[in-house]
């Protein structure tokens, strides 16, 4: 949203010495407003994209405070409504909050008190519309953007990636650290290629205790060990025509993986008590935290498999590797919690975007969602305090210990918190961030970053 689209104040009071003082503070402030003498007249202007809040008196002819609040909702139900009473109405004003309204305001009420309250519902709305407006962008069919959310360039490379790859059959071998979205980019190669339609099964290899992974993965006949009442599917069987997604795949023991070899070689699986081979069409995407080629080296993981399963490697970028995504995917994750937990989307503040930036995030994408599910349930953002679990060399190859390299990426992250913060308001950023216009555009320039990166505007 740009300065020029920038969110106004909806004042309506019937007294217009009333409506003239709060114009004349909101304006001093730098706030846009406007003001209506009635309800209905506001009414009129009220529509499920209005780029503003309306504060309005309770006590007036006609359609009255509350009446105007709970017509407004009934247009849009996430528009803040800021209340004002008369001394003495508690009573009125704890009813209105229960009913809905954002706030209240006693009269006599101090000027900067009314500042304080615009300014909280201001950007909830900011929120609010920004969201609205990022879910009507995304086509319906694009799982891959809706799903691996970012402007950075790494992560738009990476939806590149599992584009390109869905058009193709060959297996996918998907690596990157706990909680980058791992299993996120498997379920939309899968969403994304011809196979859609067709089963997606995800085993956890790291779950399987060694004497169950041949029958969990290839199956067994009725009577083919004690125990075994009736014969059971196994996941390969199951993802017949579609995907199996192998995750921790480098957790599998070693006589696992030559039988795991043979069985991708072949195509085919051999339930255990057959000595009859089961044909299957399927697909494999398997998954690892660890570099697959350093295990082979120290002969923990099988090169022969290792070659069959990374035809094609993808690697899913840590969250520190975009720091700049994080903000924006906080923003987003909140409103995915709040909508989740039935929950008010909660103010996200330009000062809780600063610590989402200035974070590791060692969890990654994971850790980032979990503290935006605690944030929307009012608890603490459980945010670590060091950052020195992300100062370990992960095994992409990505200097994380390399100051120069964390310096940049950290300014990065904070102008991207600010932009977000500002919702696009380059004026609002360069004076929140205390540099010069000039300056921000240098640094913008710099790390290739646009207002638009994280606004969305055309």
Same mark, same amino acid.
């Given at each position: ?14 007294? &217009? ?6 114009? *004349? ?90 500042? &304080?309250?615009?300014? %909280? ?15 009507? *962008? ?15 360039? &790494?992560?738009?490379?990476? %939806? ?36 859609? #339609? ?69 195509? #085919? ?16 995407? #398997? ?51 709040? #909508?989740?937990?039935? %929950? ?66 950290? &300014? ?32 913008? *320039? ?13």
């Amino acid at each position: 949203m740009s300065d020029a689209e920038a969110l106004s104040v909806l004042v309506v009071d019937d007294e &217009e010495h009333l409506r003239y003082a709060i114009e *004349q503070t909101l304006e001093l402030a730098e706030l846009a407003c406007d003001s209506c003498a009635r309800a209905a007249a506001a009414l009129e202007r009220v529509h499920p994209d209005f780029a503003g809040i309306l504060l309005s008196d309770i006590r007036m002819p006609g359609i009255d405070g509350v009446e105007l609040m709970r017509r407004a909702h009934a247009i849009d139900p996430e528009l803040p409504v800021i209340l004002v009473t008369g001394h003495g109405d508690i009573e009125l004003a704890v009813q209105v909050m229960r009913d809905g309204a954002y706030d209240f305001l006693e009269k006599p009420y101090d000027p900067d008190r009314l500042l &304080e309250v615009v300014r %909280r519902a201001l950007d909830k709305r900011r929120l609010t519309l920004e969201n609205r407006r990022l879910r009507a *962008q995304l086509p319906n069919g694009d799982a891959v953007q809706r799903q691996l959310q970012g402007s950075s360039r &790494e992560i738009a490379e990476c %939806r590149d990636a599992v584009r390109t790859l869905a058009g193709i059959e060959a297996d996918v071998l998907v690596v990157g650290d706990t909680g980058a979205g791992k299993e996120v980019v498997a379920r939309c190669l899968h969403a994304t290629s011809a196979r859609a #339609a067709h089963p997606f099964v995800h085993i956890n290899c790291a779950a399987l205790p060694e004497s169950m992974i041949e029958c969990e993965l290839f199956g067994h006949e009725a009577g083919a060990f004690p125990g075994a009442l009736k014969r059971r599917v196994g996941k390969f069987a199951q993802a017949h025509r579609g995907v199996i997604c192998l995750d921790e795949i480098d957790s599998l023991p070693l006589a696992a993986q030559a039988t795991l070899l043979d069985v991708l070689h072949r195509r #085919a699986i051999t339930p255990i008590g057959s000595n009859q081979p089961v044909e299957l069409d399927f697909r494999v995407i #398997a998954l690892s935290k660890r570099d697959l080629e350093d295990d082979a080296m120290q002969e923990r993981f099988r090169r022969d498999l290792l070659y069959r399963l990374n035809v094609v490697t993808l690697r899913v970028p840590s969250l520190l590797e975009r720091m700049e995504d994080a903000p924006g995917l906080f923003a987003t994750l909140v409103a995915r919690a709040a #909508a989740l937990h039935q %929950r008010t989307l909660p103010d996200v503040s330009a000062a809780v975007l600063e610590r989402i930036a200035a974070h590791d995030w060692p969890g990654n994408v994971r850790e980032l969602g979990n503290s935006a599910e605690r944030f929307v349930l009012g608890l603490d953002l459980a945010i670590g305090g060091d950052g020195q679990h992300g100062a370990q060399a992960g095994f992409g190859g990505v200097p994380r210990g390399s100051l120069s390299g964390r310096l940049a990426a950290f &300014e990065k992250a904070q102008i991207a918190a600010a932009i977000v913060a500002n919702r696009g308001r380059l004026k609002e950023t360069y004076e929140t961030l205390g540099l010069s216009r000039k300056t921000l555009y240098d640094k913008m *320039q710099k790390h290739g970053m646009s207002r638009r990166d994280y606004t969305g505007d055309a």
